[in-house]
C-alpha cells in the first residue's frame, strides 16, 4: 500500500500502518477483481476496503485452505479463539495484537460498522465447516446473510450512501456476487465437500451431486446451471439502483465490480457450462475495456467538489461507542 494512501486515510501508527499493509497484500492476492474495483477509490478510502477484505479473505482460508492439515473439529476450534478474540476487543473498545483484526478493529470504529455484521459472517463461516448442502434456495439464503450480504453491508458506510435504502441494494449485491462465486466454482467447491447449488434445484433438473463430483455437463446439467445464472442475474438487476445511490467517489468502484462479476455468467454460458473441472473468469482485453473508461470517470468525480459527511474519512474513534448505521 502506497504511503500516499495510508496518510490520506489518517493512518500514522506505524503498527497500525503495517495491518492494513498486510490486509492489502491479502486482496491483492487472492481478490483481484475487488482489488482492481478498489483502485477505483479516492485514495482515502482504500485501506478501509482492503481491512475488510482481508478480514474476510483470513477466515474463509481458515476454513477452505485445501493444503491444511487441520481437521473439521480443529478448523473450527481456530476459527472460534480467533474470531471470540476479535469480537472481545472490538466490544471492549480494545486494540488488537492480531495482525489482520487490528486494522478491521480501526475500519469498524470510524465507520461504525455494527458489530452483529461481524457476529453473522463468522457465523456463517462455521456454517462452512459443519454444512455440506442445502436443501433449498431460503436454506441457502440463510447461510448468505451471513457470508455475504453482511459484506455489503459493512463496506457501504465506507463508500458512502446518500439514502439507508442503499444498504438494501448493497445487501442484494453481495449475495449476487457470492451466487456468482458458487457458479464458478462448483468443482472446487466439491472438492471441498460442499456444493452450494439447493437439493430442490437438482432434484428439479434431475441431476445428482454424485454425477456433479463426477464432472458430468450434460443436458440436464446445463439446465440446472442456466436456471441458476438467470437468478443470478435477477439479482444483479435487482441490486444495480443501488450504484446510484452512492457517493460520486466510490460509484465506478462498484459498478466495475458490477460488471467485471456479474461478467463471469457470461463467460460460464460461452464455456457450455462447463464448470465442474475448470475455473472460468473474465479475459484480460474486456478487464482492460470495462477499467479504463472507468478510471477516467473516477478520476473526473474526485476532482469534482464534495460536499457533506462523505468529504472526509472519520477520525480514529479509539475506544468510544460507535455512532448508529443504518441495519437492514
Not at 38 to 62: C, I, N, Q, S
Not at 78 to 102: E, K, N, T, V
Not at 179 to 201: Q, S
Not at 249 to 266: E, H, K, M, N, P
Request: with cysteine.
Amino acid at each position: 500500500m502506497s504511503h500516499r494512501e495510508l496518510d490520506a486515510a489518517g493512518i500514522g501508527d506505524p503498527r497500525l500502518r503495517a495491518s492494513y499493509e498486510a490486509c492489502r497484500r491479502l486482496n491483492a492476492a487472492h481478490g483481484k477483481t475487488y482489488y482492481l474495483a478498489t483502485l477505483l477509490l479516492p485514495a482515502a478510502k482504500r485501506p478501509y476496503v482492503h481491512a475488510l477484505y482481508g478480514f474476510a479473505r483470513y477466515a474463509d482460508e481458515t476454513v477452505d485452505d485445501l493444503a491444511s492439515t487441520l481437521g473439521a473439529e480443529q478448523k473450527a476450534d481456530q476459527l472460534q479463539r480467533w474470531g471470540d478474540a476479535f469480537l472481545g476487543d472490538l466490544r471492549a473498545g480494545r486494540d488488537s495484537a492480531d495482525p489482520i483484526c487490528h486494522a478491521v478493529i480501526d475500519t469498524t470504529r470510524r465507520w461504525a460498522i455494527p458489530i452483529g455484521h461481524f457476529e453473522d459472517f463468522l457465523a456463517s463461516m462455521r456454517m462452512d465447516l459443519t454444512v455440506s448442502s442445502y436443501p433449498t434456495y431460503a436454506d441457502l439464503t440463510g447461510y448468505m446473510h451471513g457470508s455475504a450480504a453482511v459484506i455489503g453491508l459493512q463496506m457501504t458506510p465506507i463508500l458512502g450512501p446518500l439514502a439507508d435504502v442503499a444498504y438494501g441494494y448493497a445487501a442484494d449485491l453481495g449475495v449476487a456476487f457470492q451466487l456468482t462465486n458458487f457458479l464458478r466454482d462448483v468443482g472446487e467447491d466439491l472438492r471441498r465437500g460442499r456444493l452450494y447449488l439447493p437439493l430442490a434445484d437438482l432434484e428439479l433438473f434431475g441431476v445428482s451431486r454424485a454425477g456433479l463430483a463426477a464432472g458430468i455437463v450434460d443436458d440436464r446439467t446445463r439446465d440446472l446451471l442456466a436456471f441458476e445464472v438467470a437468478r443470478t442475474r435477477a439479482l444483479y438487476r435487482r441490486a444495480e439502483p443501488g450504484i446510484a445511490l452512492l457517493d460520486p467517489t466510490s460509484q465506478d468502484c462498484v459498478r466495475t465490480a458490477f460488471d467485471l462479476y456479474g461478467g463471469i455468467l457470461g463467460e460460464i454460458e460461452r464455456a457450455g457450462y462447463h464448470v465442474l473441472d475448470r475455473r472460468v473468469s473474465v479475459g484480460l482485453a474486456r478487464r482492460a475495456a470495462v477499467t479504463a473508461p472507468a478510471l477516467w470517470r473516477a478520476r473526473r468525480a474526485r476532482r469534482a467538489p464534495t460536499q457533506g459527511r462523505w468529504a472526509s474519512v472519520p477520525a480514529a474513534a479509539g475506544s468510544r461507542g460507535a455512532r448508529a448505521t443504518p441495519t437492514i
